[in-house]
């Protein structure tokens, strides 16, 4: 297949790398920045750079763009995409999105199938990018009622040949309920932590859990902010259930309430032990 990557920062830059890597399809990119298509066609992970214009040239189109550009992007070039085409995205938001996309390109003939690869680092851009990101990670597919079962099968199986270890089917809205728990409040925990003053003093003082806690606070501010705003409303009552819980903590703390401390740190080891179990038998 002839396969378009929109946007290559680190996610993009990755799908052209590992697809280029581990399969023998066409890779091509699309970019607002020229430096960016050239480094991409120097490593080789790219056969060239090409503009909208060409977009009817292509099999399938993975736009890898913010929430708001990548929806604007599809949106509005749905009537070039080549008939048949299968349109997609890694927007890490999906709920109305989804929905309105898959009936949009019906409409067009074209199919959407919305995505989230479940891979990343800390920093971003082209430069960061890396064609084994993907290897072993989980693949979430936000399939609704009428998106088209072969070109599901179809986005599935290059997800395989990149290497993903497993294909995660939800609902769009139930996608971003839990990945706001998941990903995005960690995110926003991080970066408050930083935060303290005390952060100036840590240098010969920390070990692994301080790095473990601060590690995404190096984020890309405009595409979270993007993130959190597309999903505030499950984003907010996660932080709600944070600050709830860290009251609880707080004030066993501060009236030297051992019982209730001892309580609830048992409680949490429980719940972290039940989830380890859970994850291990998936494994198994």
């Excluded at 490593?43 to 214009?53: A, F």
């Excluded at 959407?112 to 960061?128: I, S, W």
Aim: glycine content about 8%; proline content about 2%; some cysteine.
């Amino acid at each position: 297949m002839k396969i378009l990557v929109v946007g290559l920062g680190l996610i993009g830059g990755s799908y052209c790398k590992a697809i280029t890597s581990y399969t023998k399809h066409e890779v091509y990119g699309l970019d607002n920045n020229s430096d960016v298509i050239e480094a991409a066609k120097k490593c080789g992970c790219i056969k060239g750079g090409v503009s909208v214009s060409h977009l009817h040239n292509f099999d399938i189109v993975i736009t890898c763009l913010h929430p708001v550009p990548a929806y604007k992007f599809m949106r509005e070039n749905m009537s070039e995409f080549k008939k048949g085409a299968i349109l997609s995205d890694v927007c890490g938001i999906k709920g109305q999105m989804s929905v309105n996309l898959t009936d949009l390109a019906e409409n067009m003939g074209v199919h959407y199938v919305g995505t989230h690869p479940m891979a990343g680092k800390e920093h971003f851009g082209f430069k960061f990018s890396d064609g084994s990101l993907f290897i072993g990670a989980n693949f979430i597919v936000t399939p609704v009622e009428n998106t088209n079962k072969n070109a599901l099968l179809t986005v599935e199986t290059l997800a395989k040949e990149m290497g993903f270890g497993k294909i995660v089917e939800s609902t769009p809205f139930d996608h971003d309920s839990i990945i706001a728990y998941t990903s995005q409040l960690a995110h926003v925990v991080s970066s408050a932590y930083v935060k303290s003053p005390t952060m100036q003093k840590e240098l010969g003082f920390s070990a692994g859990s301080f790095k473990d806690m601060t590690r995404i606070a190096t984020l890309n501010e405009s595409m979270w902010t993007s993130l959190f705003l597309a999903n505030k409303e499950c984003l907010v009552f996660e932080i709600d259930e944070l600050i709830k819980h860290l009251s609880e903590y707080r004030d066993a703390i501060e009236h030297n309430n051992s019982e209730v401390l001892e309580k609830l740190l048992k409680d949490g080891r429980i719940l972290k032990e039940e989830n380890i179990r859970k994850r291990t038998v998936e494994k198994e």
